[in-house]
């Protein structure tokens, strides 16, 4: 199976090690992700006001140039980018102004098909008709989690893990239409595939706080502290989750933790392509764990994974 | 006298003769009309029409970027670019040369960053308001992507940026017409500076010419052409070794006593 695949800035940089353990595990699993040639960054939050139009040229142009090479699905991995994307394709599809308007803006966009050596697609109109998929999507939808289970040479039996989604794959739930907003599955479902004791918790559909980690510190503190902690009174070993902001809050931001809340003790937080990884048997070592804060190697080690 | 006026008589003729072989077009320099000869660039075309340019004339060879040039045609919506030293006028061309436009630019110590997304966005935070509406690609005269290598810069890329802003004459229209504001260029040359201080393997061979040179290599040669007098000079000069001009691309010299 070959699918085009848009990384996205962070993937590119601050959290690479979620872009490569995925397309490593996409290679295992037999599919082939392919990255666009061109690509900008999507925006990273889609626009709130209904009037600003500009903010939906970049997405538009990434969804434009996927139909332009003659494709109708797109795979991404960043929760951020997964949204913009599908909203704006929707709104694409929905808002005939929008969609004439933007296409109007973009019909003349010769110099960088001059510029990318390509001719495709001057004069062609965008209509929507892109499938945004998220990896884990993919692997529900295109792949089938039974395939990913058929895979599993190394099943994660011992490990307690607690699926955190946060705010952008679900939400909003009519245009993200990816799982039961309120009950979704697709994560347990995947930790199911791998063999992992899923545990459940009542924060796993709250905010991180996303941005407020920069503005108001103080409140991402609070409410990723809750998080963690809700986890581990469920009894997890860890948390498992997919967006590259909520591994900076609820990860990366743990080195402040114990400052703020006396007795914290750290806990590993995963992504979901690290475990996939693990689960399919690639090299432990190549997973980027020496960039977590909270170090998950001597758990695994105590599940006998490393 | 009699010569002379044969002479002028001459000259103006040719003059004629020039000017009826030379199409003459309409152009708008800053909306005033002037006829030029269609097949003087931008440059020349406002040199012929009576301006003697001060500002925005460099190199007149298309490297120095200090004459980048905005124009419309009658029969399009678009503003096209161009370096006015560089592009040949079209008929009932509307133009003006922006020679100067101003762009801030960060001022740090090269040895004391590295080549990473975190330190380029330290030094120009203002990138991520990029929207990527491809204006700034759609205004270089020397066709770089410039959208492309500021999504590069955005995701971390600093060997990308260098790559594809290579050919930048800086010449400022990219920030010129930008609505995020943005100072690509100057961006674009950090990118550069970092790559060849930190990324770029240092070449091996000049420090192995360095060394050789230090150890005296060219003292005998240069102390003998120090202490030659004019005749030998002369004659040494006019009896160097000269590459042929058809030389093909192997060609070497036959001695290398001064190389």
């Known amino acids: 199976m070959k699918l085009p695949y848009y990384p996205g800035c962070t993937l590119k940089d601050r959290t690479s090690q979620l872009e490569t353990t995925a397309l490593a595990c996409a290679e295992k699993l037999d599919v082939q992700l392919e990255e666009m040639p061109n690509w900008t960054c999507c925006g990273g939050v889609y626009p709130v006001s209904e009037t600003k139009i500009v903010n939906l040229v970049a997405p538009f142009r990434i969804l434009k140039e996927v139909q332009e090479a003659g494709d109708d699905k797109l795979v991404t991995i960043c929760d951020f980018c997964y949204n913009v994307l599908k909203r704006t394709n929707l709104i694409i599809r929905e808002d005939s102004v929008k969609r004439t308007r933007l296409n109007l803006f973009l019909s003349d966009d010769d110099r960088r098909w001059a510029a990318s050596g390509r001719r495709v697609g001057e004069g062609q109109e965008y209509d929507g008709g892109v499938k945004v998929l998220h990896y884990l999507e993919m692997l529900r939808d295109e792949l089938g989690f039974e395939a990913v289970a058929a895979a599993v040479s190394k099943p994660l039996e011992d490990l307690k893990i607690a699926p955190y989604y946060g705010c952008n794959l679900l939400r909003p739930p009519l245009e993200m239409d990816l799982d039961d907003p309120e009950d979704p599955r697709i994560m347990e479902d995947f930790l199911g595939s791998m063999g992992a004791q899923v545990v459940e918790f009542p924060y796993r559909i709250e905010c991180c706080g996303s941005f407020l980690s920069l503005s108001s510190p103080q409140i991402a503190r609070r409410l990723c502290h809750t998080i963690l902690e809700s986890a581990r009174k469920n009894g997890a070993d860890a948390i498992m989750l997919s967006c590259p902001m909520c591994f900076y809050n609820l990860e990366q931001k743990q080195s402040e933790f114990a400052r703020h809340f006396p007795g914290f003790r750290p806990m590993p937080v995963f992504f979901f392509s690290q475990l996939l990884a693990l689960a399919l048997g690639l090299d432990p070592a190549s997973l980027g764990f020496e960039r977590n804060f909270a170090d998950p190697v001597p758990l695994l080690k105590e599940k006998h994974l490393v | ?259």
């Open chain 2, 1 to 259: 006298m009699a010569a002379q006026r044969k002479k002028k008589k001459r000259a103006d003729a040719t003059g004629k003769k020039l000017e009826q072989q030379q199409k003459l077009v309409p152009i708008f320099i800053m909306g005033q009309r002037h006829l030029v000869p269609d097949s003087l660039t931008i440059q020349k075309a406002m040199e012929y029409a009576g301006y003697q340019l001060v500002r925005g004339c460099g190199c007149r060879g298309g490297i120095c970027g200090a004459c980048g040039t905005v124009f419309r045609l009658p029969d399009s919506y678009r503003v096209e670019v161009g370096l006015a030293c560089q592009t040949v006028v079209k008929p009932n061309m509307y133009l003006a040369q922006i020679p100067f436009f101003p762009a801030n630019k960060a001022v740090y110590d090269i040895e004391k960053l590295s080549p990473t997304g975190a330190d380029v966005s330290k030094l120009y935070p203002e990138i991520f308001k990029c929207v990527g509406c491809n204006v700034c690609t759609k205004s270089c005269p020397m066709d770089i992507d410039v959208m492309e290598y500021m999504a590069r810069a955005i995701r971390g890329d600093v060997a990308g940026v260098a790559e594809l802003s290579f050919d930048c004459v800086m010449c400022g229209l990219c920030a010129a017409r930008c609505p995020a504001e943005l100072v690509q260029y100057n961006m674009a040359v950090l990118c550069r500076r970092l790559y060849a201080r930190h990324i770029a393997p240092r070449a091996q061979h000049l420090a192995e010419r360095v060394r050789e040179i230090e150890k005296g290599k060219y003292e005998r040669p240069l102390r003998a052409l120090k202490s030659a007098d004019i005749k030998d000079l002369k004659r040494l000069y006019k009896e160097r070794e000269i590459e042929p001009e058809m030389a093909e691309e192997d060609w070497t010299p036959e001695s290398n006593d001064y190389l």
